[in-house]
């Protein structure tokens, strides 16, 4: 079983372990909407979706030591305001745009921790985020990582860019 830290927490809000961070806080929506101290994750939200909505992907400030204490909260926070801000507003084509950026910024942090740390305790983050966002069990055979033919099917369904057909592979 991996432990996730905050680093991991902040960088994957989308995880389990980021909606038990949240529970544990014990923070209402109505708080966020009249509490002046935490305007900031709601502008923090804003700024994600106002990313999304631009084509880009938001990258928080994750590294700055002086900032250690706020960046969990920071960030766990401002993308589950972003949802329900972007739920409210029922825009799908913006809800689908920060999908898209959302999971084109996890995927960068994900190579990023990959490569940097060559270690098993990266690969098994990597495929425990695979079990528990699309309930799939891949494997690391040599340098590739493995997904089995019926759980690719599956999923592949959904995928329309040219990398995941399986014609002429």
Do not use: C
Not at 71 to 99: E, M, Q, R, Y
Not at 121 to 147: L, M
Request: proline fraction near 4%; charged fraction near 30%; aromatic fraction near 12%.
């Amino acid at each position: 079983m991996i432990s996730l830290g905050q680093d991991e927490i902040a960088k994957y809000p989308f995880l389990a372990e980021a909606g038990q961070y949240l529970k544990d806080k014990g923070f209402t929506l109505e708080q966020f909407a009249s509490d002046p101290d935490l305007q900031v994750i709601v502008d923090k939200a804003y700024e994600r979706i106002e990313s999304a909505a631009a084509d880009k992907t938001y990258y928080p400030e994750l590294d700055d030591p002086n900032e250690k204490d706020t960046v969990l909260p920071l960030n766990v926070f401002s993308f589950l305001i972003a949802i329900v801000l972007l739920k409210l507003s029922g825009l799908n084509t913006l809800i689908n745009k920060f999908s898209l950026a959302e999971a084109r910024r996890a995927e960068k942090f994900l190579q990023r921790d990959l490569v940097s740390n060559s270690d098993k305790t990266s690969e098994e983050f990597a495929i425990k985020i695979f079990r528990d966002i699309f309930s799939v069990t891949i494997k690391k055979t040599g340098d590739y990582f493995v997904i089995p033919i019926p759980d690719y099917l599956k999923h592949a369904v959904n995928f329309h860019e040219r990398e995941w057909k399986l014609v002429n592979r």
